[in-house]
C-alpha cells in the first residue's frame, strides 16, 4: 500500500521537501515530490526527522473492494476541475461566468441551486466539471480523507493584487497533491492590471507560465467582460487531454461526496460526485459510515435526473444518515449488504475512536506530571 506523496509528508513535518528528498537519496532511494510513499519509507523519513507516525485505516477502505477497470472498458471523461487563489481575487466571479455563459448539461429550467459542483457542456460538445465549494478548505478535507477528486486546479491571480500568501498556499497544496495547475491572471479589465508582474511573482514561486518559457499554461481572463475565458476553458481541456482521463459508464458508481446537509421535508442529502461508473435511482450505496438506497436525484438546476454516469454531480435522496464530505460513495448489490458494510465500518471508527481518546488522556496526564 502507498500512502501520502513526499510532497505531503514534508507538509506535515513542516519541513522543506528537498530535506526529504534528499534524506532519501542519502539512503539509496530516489523519490520525486509526487511520488507515494509507502508504509516502510514514511517510517524512516519519520524517524530521521524525529517524528511518530500512526498509521489510522480510513473507513471508507473498510469491508468494499473496487474492482479495477478493464482497460478495454474505459472511455474519455470530462476533467474536473477545482478553482483555488486568494481571497477577493475573482474565484466566485469566474465560476459564476462559466456557469451562466455554457450550457450547464442537463434539462434547462429551474433556479439554480448551490449543490457544491456543477458540470457545463460547452458549444462543441465538450465537457467540464467545477467543484464550486469554497477551494482552500474543501480541496484540503477531501485530500485529508484521501479522497482523490481534483484533475486540474485553475489558480486564479488577480492582475491587479498579484501572488499573495494564500496564491502561495494554493499552489502548494496543488503541488503536493501532484495536480497540475492552469493559471487565470484575472481582473485584467482594471486600469491598474499587470500580468506581467503577476507572471514573475509566480516564476518567483515555482511556477512558470508558457508566457515565460515554462511548462504552466496561463490565461489572461476577465470575469467582468468575459474576455480570455473561452481561451481558459480550452486550455483546461488542453491540459485535461494530455492526462488521458478516463472512467467505465458501464459499472455500478463510484464517486465522492462534496457536500451534505439535512434538508425540510427531504431528510439528509448530500451532493455526489460520480467519478467512475453510472448512478441509478434505486440504487442501493454505501457512503463512509452510512449506507441507503437512491430514493432521488437531482442536478444544479432542481430537474429530477434518472442517472448520472462519470463526472456528473448531482443531489442524492435516500441517506439513513449525514454522510461526511470526503467520504467515497460506492453502489452495491443490495441494500442489506449495504446497511451491514456500514454497521462494520461504524463499529471500527468507534474502536478507532476511543483508542485516540485513551492516547490523549494519557498524553495529558504525562504532560501534568
Ligand atoms: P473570491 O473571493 O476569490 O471568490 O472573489 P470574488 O469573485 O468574490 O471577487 C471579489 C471582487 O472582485 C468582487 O467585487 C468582484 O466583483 C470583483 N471581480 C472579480 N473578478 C473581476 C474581474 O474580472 N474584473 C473586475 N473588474 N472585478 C472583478
Ligand atoms: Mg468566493
Known sequence: TEYISTGELAELMGVDVSEVISTL????????????????????????FGYEVEFITDYN??????PEDRPEDLQPRA???????????????????????NVVAGEAGGITQHIGAYHVELPDGRH????????????????????????????????????????????????????????????IDKPEANPQRVMQQLAENGVLVEQYGGQ??????????????DDLLEKVLLEAELHELKANPDRPAVGTI???????????VATVLVQNGTLRVGDPFVAGVTSGRVRAMFDERGNRVEVAGPTIPVLVLGFDELP???????????????????????QI?????????????????????
Open 25 to 48: 537519496f542519502n539512503a539509496g532511494m530516489i523519490v520525486s515530490i509526487n511520488q507515494r510513499l509507502d508504509a516502510d519509507t514514511i517510517q524512516f523519513v519519520a524517524d530521521e
Open 61 to 66: 477502505e473498510l469491508e468494499i473492494e473496487i
Open 79 to 101: 476533467p474536473i476541475v477545482t478553482v483555488m487563489g486568494h481571497v477577493d481575487h475573482g474565484k466566485t466571479s469566474l465560476l459564476d461566468y462559466i456557469r451562466n455563459t
Open 128 to 187: 467540464i466539471t467545477f467543484l464550486d465549494t469554497p477551494g482552500h478548505e474543501a480541496f484540503t478535507a477531501m485530500r485529508a480523507r484521501g479522497a482523490k477528486v481534483t484533475d486540474i486546479v485553475i489558480l486564479v491571480v488577480a492582475a491587479d493584487d498579484g501572488v499573495m500568501p494564500q496564491t502561495i498556499e494554493a499552489i502548494n497544496h496543488a503541488k503536493a497533491a501532484g495536480v497540475p495547475i492552469v493559471v487565470a491572471i484575472t481582473k
Open 216 to 229: 504552466v499554461q496561463c490565461a489572461l481572463v476577465s470575469a467582468k467582460t468575459g474576455e480570455g475565458i
Open 258 to 268: 462534496i457536500e451534505s446537509r439535512v434538508e425540510k421535508g427531504r431528510g439528509n
Open 324 to 346: 461526511e464530505v470526503g467520504d467515497q460513495f460506492v453502489v452495491v448489490p443490495d441494500e442489506k449488504e449495504a446497511r451491514a458494510i456500514a454497521q462494520k465500518r461504524q
Open 349 to 369: 471508527r468507534r474502536e478507532q475512536m476511543l483508542r485516540k481518546q485513551r492516547r490523549i488522556s494519557l498524553d495529558e496526564i504525562s504532560r501534568r506530571m
